[in-house]
Structures are given as C-alpha cells and as structure tokens.
C-alpha cells in the first residue's frame, strides 16, 4: 500500500505541476451581449498594439477597438464577403502597422490598417496549397511570412506575404495526434528565435517548432497526447496562444474557464479564473493578449466581455 502510494505520489508530482509564480489579479471587464460600441455577440480575438486593444466581435461582423481601460474608440466592418467585411473574424495579430484578421466563415485572412481601412486578401475556400477550410489564427514573421492555423484541414501553413505557399506542417484533412500532427489546430504565435507555438486544440496541447520548422516540444497533459483535464498544466481544449515580451506562453484553456502562463519551455508558472460569470470567472476563455506591460487582456466568450489582469506582488 506505501509502495501503491507512493507511486500515485510521484506520478502527480510528475504530471501535476505546481505554481511558479505569484497569481495574477482581476482589474476589470468591460462588454456585455449586443451590437452597439463595445457590447459583443459572440467575441473570439484580441491584440494589443501599444495603448490599443483590438476585438473580433464574431457575430457582429466587425473588429472593435478599445483603449487599455476598456473605453470605445472606434469599430470597422460589416457582416458579409467583400473588401472590408468580415465573415466570423477570429483571432487577430498586429504587425508593422498592421492588423491580420483570420476569416473563419470566409477562409481568408484579410489585412486592415490599425485605422479600420482595408489593405489586402490573402487565401480562397479550399484544401489546396495556400487555401484555408476555417483558419482561425495568425502570426506574422519577421520576413513578413504568415503562418497561418488552418482548422479543418488540419495543418499550419507558411505562406509568403503575398499569399505563395511555402511549405505546412500536418498531413491535409487527417487528425494526428503525434508530434508534428494536429487536431483541429486552433491558434500560432511567434517566441524568441522565431520559435512557433501552435495552439493545437483538441488534442489538448501546445506544440512549438523551431525556425527551421523541426519539431521542438509539446505539453499539455500526460506525454501531451490528447489526455485532457483541469489539473495545472493540462488542457481541456486550448483555443489561443499569445507570447509577451520575455517569451513566456500564454493559452486560453476553453473548457477549463481559465489562462494558463508557461515558461518558453513549457514549465508551467501560473494560472487564473474559473468558471462563472462574476468577477475574475470565465464562461469559456477562446483568447489572450498580453500588453508590453505584461498586463493580461482574455476574451470571455460566453459572457461576451473582455477582462484585464495584472500580476500580482509578492
């Protein structure tokens, strides 16, 4: 029975991480469900670029911006297909000046300036080489490259600025669930070294590759192998990735109303909320952006709000 006890210990402490960091603390939240400035239907993105937050107001069709107290500033786009709207825009990434917004309804990723005007249209519906079925991230490298989280279709793909495919990882329309294979991919982001994370959704875990493309780790869950939970370090879907200044990974954890923070490694440090719909409580949480700051920005999608949160000192 000790040795029974023992093992069970052991095993815990090896898949059940503890905290390595102080907690973080609810500021505040602002929304609530509708269409006027600054209620949601349906909010499933965010970026920060400088003293600006960005949202995808999914159902409403449009991108809202706020300041970093939640106060409105101004909205862009209509629901529909054409230049300038949006057809369930999904998670966002600002670079150079610039706002990529992943279509989910549209598959396309359309590129506006940080003002709300259109610039240009990257992909077409399809399962082909620079095609999407759903995408539902983006992230921006240094060359301009997009990465890009193609959901249904099952891989992530590299495409150059202009929309030439260079090269995926995932094999096209299967479900995988060793390293270098996705279930319904959900989110990219970039780390230092031009590391890539990948949100991989359903199979509860997040993979990272190196800059050449190789395969460098995952976690989440025992052996990260679609083991889903509500302990520390594993995931019940995780639908957004986002990485601050000092290159530790944030994801929202969906069905376990919480963000997770890990170090570049995959460590995990710390995390925050639990379900419900009060103070500091998630019903659902699909994205995270982090401010130069290090303050925390998470979209609640089912209560439709954004909430802000800062770390608190030891």
């Given at each position: 029975m000790f040795a029974l006890a023992v093992l069970v210990a052991g095993g815990w402490l090896a898949f059940v991480p503890s905290a390595k960091e102080a907690p973080y603390a609810f500021v505040t939240a602002w929304g609530g469900k509708g269409s006027a400035p600054g209620q949601f239907n349906d909010p499933t993105g965010i970026a920060v670029a400088g003293?600006?937050?960005?949202?995808?107001?999914?159902?409403?069709?449009?991108?809202?911006?706020?300041?970093?107290?939640g106060r409105f500033k101004r909205q862009f786009g209509t629901p529909g297909k054409g230049m300038g709207q949006l057809g369930r825009p999904m998670h966002l990434t600002v670079h150079a000046g610039e706002l990529y917004v992943a279509e989910y309804f549209n598959d396309r990723i359309q590129i506006f300036s940080?003002?709300?005007?259109?610039?240009?249209?990257?992909?077409?519906s399809g399962n082909g080489p620079g095609q999407f079925n759903a995408p539902g991230g983006i992230a921006v490298a240094p060359t301009g490259d997009l990465l890009v989280a193609d959901f249904y279709n099952q891989r992530i793909q590299q495409l150059r600025a202009g929309g030439t495919f260079v090269r995926q990882w995932g094999v096209t329309g299967k479900i995988g669930i060793r390293a270098g294979e996705f279930n319904y991919p959900t989110d990219v982001a970039f780390g230092p070294g031009r590391?890539?994370?990948?949100?991989?959704?359903?199979?509860?875990?997040i993979q990272a590759f190196g800059a050449d493309g190789a395969f460098l780790r995952k976690w989440g869950?025992?052996?990260?192998?679609?083991?889903?939970?509500?302990?520390?370090?594993?995931?019940?879907?995780?639908?957004?990735?986002?990485?601050?200044?000092?290159?530790?990974?944030?994801?929202?954890d969906f069905y376990n109303h919480r963000v997770q923070k890990f170090s570049p490694e995959g460590i995990f440090l710390t995390s925050f909320g639990a379900k419900g719909s009060g103070k500091g409580q998630f019903d659902h949480a699909i994205a995270v952006a982090v401010a130069g700051d290090g303050t925390v920005f998470a979209v609640d999608f089912g209560n439709n709000r954004i909430q802000k949160w800062r770390q608190s000192v030891l």
């Open positions: 003293d600006e937050v960005f949202v995808s107001d999914s159902r409403n069709g449009r991108i809202q911006v706020f300041d970093l107290d940080l003002d709300g005007q259109t610039k240009r249209i990257i992909g077409q590391t890539l994370y990948v949100a991989d959704g359903y199979n509860d875990r869950g025992p052996f990260a192998m679609n083991i889903f939970g509500p302990f520390r370090g594993w995931f019940a879907t995780v639908t957004g990735v986002t990485i601050d200044g000092k290159g530790n990974v944030y994801a929202a």
